[in-house]
């Protein structure tokens, strides 16, 4: 694989070889072409640059440590593990980077209302943090059910002046909450930017948030050579739509040593609408503007996905996701509630840190991993979120 | 000739303005599809709208999110909804608009779906998430078989969007008369007129105007600026309120009615 070509998808209408793509309904195409050429143009722009720099480092804290875990590497026994803290972010979890690079491209088209999908709630915080900070006008759509698991996210939303709607269709969750979101632009797309929380959707999305999450793969490329002055050999994150896993491996596409997976949920198992693993007895379709892997019957009707952690919970995986699992650059697992469950309880007791259930995926295939490795090994996993939102939740499950 | 374009043509010739009805396909259930559409054609209805229900509809408003909802729990299936078209065609030849999504189409086969549909008696199709330069894009999604791609233009459309999409246009340009979602509304969008006006410097199809409206005053008042009036959610909301009824066909002319004889009368 050249240099060249990875480096320059998606192609110039949106495509990541056969996915991808602007799969919507006319009255968003022009809303979706004028973001596409006003980010083209911020990317370009010193002055943007400097700004977002200046935010992601004195708002947000960047840059995150890339931390050595000590107790977990000799638990485990095999491979050096470092973890890139993303969860000491402001609002404590990776989300918060693409937030703050779409307000500002909102505040160059001119628009006032911000509106934005959340399933763990973590983007929506975020979006209602980035909408305070730039005093514009909030509106979050959020599944009824994620509402009740995510309570806390909820209550911090409210706090930082966001209205919070609840979204009763369907199972009530993320994707129900996204078609709320795209309804809302559809009516209000002339004063209106909807901050889509992941790297999903129709172009020039994708693109979009995994540049904004870029810095993550970025830094830790920088920490890692200072650190061990040679790359690693494994990085692992969690894909829900897969902004967090795509922003983490990017800077590393080109770096054939190094091997990179991505979690999937596998919920209850890999059993028709128990899970949400889309390379788990997946299609090949179209949803929400994106044509790529997804989980539907036979009849092309989206199937109800189930996980623990209500942010991996969707039916569909980023499109650029579904280019790398064809050419075989990204390999693609699942891990389990129950693994998810043991990888959080696993972190927070032997490294003091409480990750978010989504990350405790990753952590689950850290612990599956790592003791089959060599020990001059170095893996890194990307701590996407911290759990302080999935507190009681988890005790409901572990402590019951 | 297609009966989408020989419908047009003896409207054109009456000098009236058409009249287009949606329903979900399979609401309450697909045996009562065919009913309905007979009911439709009963009222004065010119064209028939079916929409394959999908589980994500995500230009469509409650109204219809709710019907799709219902016809997908009473079984509805494409390959059903192509049956209840073949028992249409046992008794009427009135035109049908198939009006959907792309996922249920790209998994039953893009390809097999349009032979398929245009055998069962199907004479167009209007994929809601399918804009016309993706479709160029992608060479699995050029097939026809017969079927015309009805397209949509919305306020937001440029000039030069119009003409791309009218360029790949067939049988009539759709025109969403409002930003947002389908659903009813109290008051239509203005600058109906001069938007098709618009549209008509890129195409001679005849440009059907849709999207909230559900009296016969309102139907009247966009028939005298348009070549067709397109009402759907008040129809789909009344089979809605009527659908375990034994007299829902009955309901639906009642409502129905009215609101053709304002577009046959409207000058």
Redesign the interface.
Known sequence: MSNSATINLPDA?G?FGPYG???????????LQDLEREYHSARKDSEFRKELGGLLADFCGRPTALYFAERLTEKLGGAKIYLKREDLLHTGAHKINNAIGQILLARRMGKTRIIAETGAGQHGVATATAAARFGFECTIYMGAVDMERQALNVARMRFLGAKVVGVT??QATL?EA??EA??DW?????NTHYILGSALGSHPYPMIVRDFHRVIGDETRRQILQREERLPDLLVACVGGGSNAIGFFHPFINDESVKMTGVEAGGDGIVRGRHAARFQGG???????TKTW?L?D?????ELTHSVSAGLDYAAIGPEHSYYRDSGRIDYDYATDDEALAGFRTLSEIEGIIPALETAHAIAHVIKVAPAMAKDSLLIANLSGRGDKDVSQAAEILLA | MNRIDEKFQALRTAKKTGFIAYITAGDPNLQSTPTLVAALEKSGVDIVELGIP??????D?ATI?AAS?RA?AAGA??SGVLDAIREIRKTSQIPIVLFT????????GFDRFHGDASAAGADGLLI????P??AA??AELMKSHGLLSI????????PE?MEL?AKSAKGFIYY?SR???TGEQANLSVGIASQVAEIKKYTTLPVAVGFGISTPDQAAEVARESDAVVVGSAIVRRIGEHGSAQNLPEKIIEFVKPIAEAIRNAT
């Open positions: 209408s495509h793509g602007m799969f919507v309904p006319e009255t968003l195409m022009t809303a269709a369907g994707k996204i078609n795209m309804r559809v009516t209000n797309v002339r299609k090949l379709g179209v949803l929400q503007g997804l539907a036979a009849d092309g009707q989206i | 999908f589980s994500d509809p995500l230009a408003g999110q909802g997908i299936t494409v999504y792309l996922n249920p189409i790209y998994i039953y809601l998430d399918l804009p330069d993706e894009r992608n397209r949509l233009i919305a306020p937001t459309t440029p969007r999409i969403v930003e947002g979602v």
